[in-house]
């Protein structure tokens, strides 16, 4: 019986598809950390192993260790780990060989691999104009004795997949981050969606000189551009959108207006915006108004109301869509991985599962990582190995 079972354990496992995205040829580019004597397993293996553990819902080093441990020998050999030529027996590594290596791992070569590998695999064809997120996320449970917690900025486009991240410098913000994170991304053909902190002068420049355009939530730390859009008659101006929603008991009027401008001291600005938002909790009846202004550097008429309206609604989907899953589901801010470049491997194997299953067409990542874990056809599937 246990010979039955050491011959079907030895077949081969399911093949990839001819035509499949695989993310082990993307991680075949990243540079290797260790030594010629300590690559007894290809770094792609290690990684894709570690990530589709991930995708299967692992949140640690350990349950990541314990899902390579205890796969099936055709997982082993799908992920490309060796063959003993004599035995026929799948090798897998100690969990402090995946240790060593992801804490000595690249971050910066790990986030383009992911982002890439994601870009490459979207199946819906881009819109005309695509719209991209940029938002930072401080990793909570990463802060030492000695060091501040590790601050992360992302790139995500408006459907959820992360096309870059890059680590925030310590003593520093996000603002010197942003044009190191977006180099590694085409820009020609996007939308750029921000926070008010990113509303600088040179981030404008350089997202015009790079075929970019933006949407730029102006706020009071600016405040001479601040006032100027501010005093516009909007009273004036003709309404461009409405929206009404209820839900999470509460009920939301959007109302949109946009105001075309001979000039903004702002590189290129071509609109100012007027997004007001009433809402009123069904509960206890309270009522909040909210005014926000922003500058836009697409012409009148290239999008609409709606999509304006879209575009900028659209922003916090990086929130909801990448932060709060992470924080949430993966409980990262509770996670005590502080070592060297572990925090932000982690946070970039997130990104990767949160993405694939996004592209997969779920809408509850915590369902997904389920549906994942019960099959491990699944997750291979999802990063290119098996058909």
């Not at 946009?258 to 938002?277: C, G, K, S």
């Not at 509960?283 to 309206?309: D, F, H, K, M």
């Not at 699944?378 to 098996?386: D, S, W």
Request: positive net charge; contains cysteine; charged residues 20%.
């Amino acid at each position: 019986m246990l010979c039955g079972l050491n011959q079907l354990a030895q077949l081969p496992g399911p093949a990839p598809l001819p035509d499949a995205v695989a993310l082990s040829g993307f991680l075949d580019l990243m540079p290797d950390p260790r030594g010629l004597r300590a690559r007894r397993y290809l770094l792609s293996a290690l990684v894709t192993a570690a990530a589709a553990s991930v995708l299967a819902g692992a949140r640690s080093l350990s349950t990541i260790t314990e899902w390579i441990t205890d796969a099936p020998a055709w997982v082993r050999r799908a992920l490309g780990f060796p063959v003993d030529p004599l035995t026929g027996l799948v090798s897998v590594p100690h969990p402090q060989t995946l240790r060593r290596l992801l804490v000595q791992l690249d971050g910066d070569a790990l986030d383009q691999a992911i982002g890439s590998f994601l870009d490459a695999r979207a199946t819906s064809a881009p819109a005309e104009l695509r719209a991209i997120a940029v938002d930072g996320k401080v990793l909570r449970g990463s802060r030492t004795t000695t060091a501040p917690a590790v601050t992360l900025l992302a790139a995500m486009d408006h459907t959820g997949t992360v096309l870059a991240q890059r680590q925030v410098a310590d003593k520093s913000n996000e603002i010197p981050a942003f044009v190191p994170l977006l180099n590694t991304i085409e820009l020609s053909g996007t939308v750029i969606t921000a926070d008010a902190l990113h509303t600088q002068q040179a981030h404008g420049t350089y997202l015009r000189e790079r075929g970019a355009h933006y949407i730029a939530q102006v706020k009071a730390n600016h405040p001479g551009l601040f006032d100027r859009v501010r005093r516009l008659p909007w009273k004036e101006v003709d309404l461009d959108h409405y929206e009404r929603t209820r839900a999470h008991h509460r009920t939301e009027i959007r109302r949109l207006k946009t105001a075309a401008f001979a000039h903004i001291d702002y590189p290129d600005a071509m609109q100012a915006l007027q997004v007001v938002r009433w809402r009123k909790d069904l509960g206890t009846g309270n009522l909040t108004i909210e005014r926000v202004y922003l500058v836009t550097s697409l012409p009148p008429g290239t999008a609409s109301g709606a999509q304006l309206a879209a575009w900028i609604k659209g922003h916090w989907k990086i929130e909801n869509l990448l932060h709060h899953v992470r924080d949430r589901t993966f409980r990262e801010d509770d996670s005590k991985i502080r070592t060297r470049h572990l925090p932000r491997v982690m946070a970039g194997l997130r990104n990767l599962a949160i993405g694939v299953h996004c592209q997969n067409g779920h809408t509850n990542i915590a369902a997904a990582l389920r549906h994942a874990a019960r099959d491990p056809h699944r997750p291979l599937t999802a990063l290119g190995l098996t058909g």
